[in-house]
């Protein structure tokens, strides 16, 4: 694991006159404030009190909305947040593997071929955040005084659909900005905020809930511990690597020998970082959504029974769910390394016999790539398995400790918040190792 150390002033003030990073620092700080104002723009015509006291008491919309920022409970025009982006993208990325057109784009095609499924991706996302829209709208017409009376039903409809839609493709193309041309992943940031918003609530409730029972102090005081060593297991998952020595030739010029150093390509223990549990939750949050809001419904006979069975298996106090969302950050975890780049066994083996390096005992080519496609199917089978328990122990501690108005900020969020802090962290150490470089050259 590579040691972390507190940064010092000079750090910090290196970081701030680095070439191009303070204005990449305060473009994202500019974007994600923006999106915070954004989400307190309510959608003309709906009393958002009703559907907040609704949101607040239900696990599913409540933990929905601790994603978005808060931005579901208000009811704004960032209601669906990024949520139909990321859930575009899971699909894409999971279709680029089945078809061999889209597979042609991501992986032959180039700079071209990925600009091209990102296009894909928007305009699926689009058709996504109208499906999404019509569904909430749906929900909201069954709720006594959600909607203001005198309003014309079917222009209302319309134009709630059209502003909840439009919010969701700028909060698509915020995130965008902020990958682009800010720092971090723009995704991942925009989660990262709306859950550190949502903390000062759930703080609240789980401080009013103990002072009415001193008796949950102690367990209170355990599940923050349970909490603080899974924050420790996540950086070490995070930073974590498995060491694959290469010996490099001997090359001879004149009388001077060059090369011959051992080198190591670093295989993460954990590739994917916080992507397979922002893919899974996105994905198990889809129809947990979807039959929550199908479920207010005056459905009767079959209807009501299958919809009961389903909002039952996806709901995320449920034993079911947990099961489910293990075994997908499992898979998606696998999955995240099979697409990138750097862990594709052949090609590493191929570039490794190009230069004529090797791994110590294993011969150049098919055997070197059969060597690392065991070790990285080892190291990943770890990393998943690890990256799932730490995602289900701080939520069982909840249950055992009966302090259950953590649950919100519970493992996936706090995962998710360690996870981004710790990538934002590292593109700004390249930035400054970048700005170091440039230095020396100049000097």
């Known amino acids: 694991m590579t040691g972390m150390r507190m940064p010092t002033t000079a750090d910090l003030m290196s970081m701030w006159n680095a070439s191009g990073l303070k204005e990449k620092l305060i473009f994202t700080f500019l974007m994600l404030i923006a999106f915070r104002f954004g989400i307190h723009l309510p959608v003309f015509g709906i009393n958002n009190e009703i559907f907040a006291r609704i949101a607040s008491g239900n696990n599913i919309l409540g933990f929905l909305d601790l994603f978005t920022g808060g931005a579901l409970g208000k009811v704004s025009i960032f209601a669906l947040g990024i949520g139909p982006y990321i859930t575009s993208s899971i699909i894409m990325q999971l279709t680029a593997v089945i078809i061999p057109a889209l597979e042609k784009l991501q992986k032959e095609d180039g700079e071209a071929g990925r600009r091209k499924l990102s296009q894909y991706t ?15 709208m749906a929900y909201l017409a069954h709720l006594p005084g959600a909607i203001t009376s005198g309003l014309n039903h079917t222009m209302f409809y319309v134009s709630a659909i059209i502003t909840m839609t439009a919010g969701s493709v700028l909060v698509m193309w915020m995130s965008e900005l902020i990958t682009e041309k800010g720092i971090g992943n723009g995704g991942s940031l925009i989660i990262f905020v709306g859950i550190i918003s949502g903390i000062p609530l759930y703080s609240a409730r789980t401080a009013q809930m103990v002072s009415n029972d001193s008796a949950l102090m102690w367990g209170l005081m355990l599940l923050l511990t349970i909490f603080f060593i899974a924050m420790v297991f996540i950086v070490i998952m995070q930073e974590a690597v498995r060491k694959v020595i290469i010996v490099n030739p001997k090359r001879q010029v004149g009388n001077k020998v060059y090369g011959g150093v051992n080198t190591f390509i670093p295989f993460k223990l954990n590739p994917g970082g916080v992507m397979p549990i922002i893919f899974a939750v996105a994905i198990l949050l889809f129809p947990s959504t979807i039959l929550s809001l199908v479920g207010q419904a005056h459905l009767s006979g079959h209807a009501e029974t299958i919809v009961m069975f389903l909002n039952k298996i996806f709901n995320p106090s449920g034993l079911t769910y947990y099961a489910i969302y293990f075994l997908m950050i499992v898979a998606l975890t696998f999955f995240y390394a099979s697409i990138m780049p750097n862990m594709q066994p052949k ?25 690392l496609d065991k070790i990285l199917t080892k190291t990943t089978f770890i990393g998943a398995l690890a990256l799932g328990l730490i995602a289900l122990v701080p939520a069982f501690a909840s249950y055992i400790t009966k302090i259950t108005t953590l649950q919100g900020i519970g493992a996936t969020s706090l995962i998710i918040m360690v996870g981004v802090a710790l990538d934002l962290i590292n593109q700004v150490r390249t930035h400054l190792l970048a700005r170091n470089y440039e230095t020396f050259l100049k000097e």
């Open 122 to 136: 928007r305009i699926f996302t689009v058709v996504l955040a109208v499906f999404q829209s019509i569904i909430f």
């Open 347 to 371: 090609e590493i083996a191929d570039n490794l016999k190009k230069y004529g390096s090797s791994i110590p005992g294993v011969k150049p080519g098919r055997p070197t790539a059969e060597a």
